[in-house]
């Protein structure tokens, strides 16, 4: 364990996938990793290898890799839906693979089109076909709450997150509330269940649709996990969660942990720049607490 938390940065991915409208351009993106890097953050999902039919603000997410590889120290993760987006990612030298699949079928079956098994089936494959060297990050979606089935029940959740860690030994799992439907109670039953049982390769990907979102990043902390996403301004959302809206803001983790006495290794004042930044992109729906607090902007 250690005592300081890993914020890894989702708003150039999870913050613009869902904006409709007019297309975010590449050149905006760069400037908003930009942005996050010049605050201290050394963790990003920059993008993904989908269809940009499927996704369009998504595309030319090759452009915006080989940008982030001339930013010395930063970490960039891809999501990788299928072997087609695997070979994208390898090819264009991601620094970490971001598989995901969703814990209830429901939503497997609207984000991915496939049931649950086949997606399973075909990410353990790419698990083990990564080349060494390249870092692995297997995402599972609504392991609290499905815009379909409703509460996830912990007996169904956890033989999947079993049956993920069996895939591999070493691989960061994150355990998502895609919904932010998720409550502190649950979020810290059953990292701790996971954490206890399989050791410390967990992260926590939150979303503040229902206010918790900080609160749950807490429950996640205290039950032993250090590794977090959230997104400059509270962006984002998924496309195929009908009502999920923004993720946990960076700037209301980087607050909270700073009065925690937690290290995150944020300049609080850039950060303010790129959320700023982030909020202001055109049909972004912006979220979050602590740029709105006078007294916030002004501390150093």
């Avoid at 920059?46 to 982030?68: D, H, N, R, W, Y």
Wanted: a neutral charge; aromatic letters at 8%; hydrophobic letters at 45%.
């Amino acid at each position: 364990m250690t005592d300081a938390a890993i914020i890894s940065e989702v708003a150039p991915r999870d913050g613009i996938q869902s904006i409709t409208g007019a297309l975010v351009s590449t050149e905006a993106k760069i400037a908003l990793i930009q942005a996050c890097y010049d605050a201290g953050l050394r963790r990003m999902e920059v993008g993904s290898f989908v269809s940009p039919k499927a996704i369009p603000q998504m595309a030319q997410t090759e452009v915006v890799l080989s940008a982030c590889k001339k930013m010395p120290g930063l970490e960039s993760t891809v999501l990788v839906p299928n072997r087609r987006g695997f070979d994208a990612a390898i090819a264009h030298g991601a620094d970490r693979l971001g598989f995901f699949m969703s814990a209830t079928a429901g939503h497997n079956k609207a984000n991915l089109n496939r049931t649950r098994e086949e997606s399973f089936a075909e990410l353990a494959t790419l698990v083990q076909d990564t080349p060494k060297g390249v870092k692995i990050r297997f995402n599972l979606s609504c392991v609290f709450h499905c815009p379909f089935d409703g509460v996830v029940p912990e007996a169904e959740v956890m033989p999947w997150i079993e049956r993920i860690v069996a895939v591999h030994p070493e691989m960061e799992i994150a355990l998502a509330d895609t919904t932010g439907n998720a409550s502190p109670d649950q979020v810290g039953r059953i990292f701790r269940h996971a954490i206890t049982t399989w050791g410390d390769r967990f992260a926590f990907h939150g979303h503040d649709t229902y206010g918790m979102g900080v609160a749950n990043v807490s429950a996640a902390w205290e039950a032993g996990c250090r590794v977090f996403d959230s997104a400059a301004g509270g962006i984002g959302g998924c496309p195929f969660a009908p009502g999920a809206t923004g993720n946990v803001a960076t700037e209301d983790l980087a607050w909270m942990f700073r009065r925690m006495g937690v290290a995150t290794g944020i300049d609080w004042n850039r950060l303010l720049v790129a959320a700023d930044m982030a909020a202001a992109i055109p049909g972004a729906v912006p979220g979050g607490r602590m740029r709105a607090v006078p007294a916030a902007r002004k501390a150093a």
